[in-house]
């Protein structure tokens, strides 16, 4: 199986972005933390080792604490693509990851990013 590139990328070079596009629709770096730490499980001094040690995408998620449940219930479209519709595991983990912070900068509340009840 041929490996994503995206895999060997450290997640501490591609952060920055995700925050960016918070901010620039007037959310907030500690916004994206909390999606980043409920979608994984990490806590805030697991994720600042993560991003200190320029850990890779798929150690990144590989090594989560906990993948979060729900995250099954993040649908659509994210890169042309629909998210549920993503079959290899690490693709799908990312996907989530941008799917959440795309519906952080385009408005949704927390609760709802955060799928709860």
């Not at 993560?50 to 659509?76: C, V, W, Y």
């Not at 983990?93 to 941008?98: F, H, K, M, S, V």
């Amino acid at each position: 199986m041929k490996k994503h590139r995206i895999y060997t990328i450290s997640f501490a070079s591609v952060y920055p972005h995700y925050v960016a596009k918070a901010e620039k629709k007037g959310r907030t770096r500690s916004e994206v933390d909390a999606i980043i730490l409920w979608l994984t499980g990490y806590d805030r001094s697991q994720l600042d080792a993560a991003l200190s040690d320029k850990t890779d995408f798929e150690t990144f998620f590989a090594q989560a604490p906990r993948m979060n449940p729900l995250r099954s219930l993040i649908k659509g479209m994210i890169c042309g693509v629909r998210v549920e519709d993503i079959e290899e595991p690490t693709m799908r983990e990312i996907r989530y990851l941008d799917k959440l912070v795309d519906e952080l900068a385009k408005g949704k509340t927390m609760e709802k990013i955060l799928r709860a009840a």
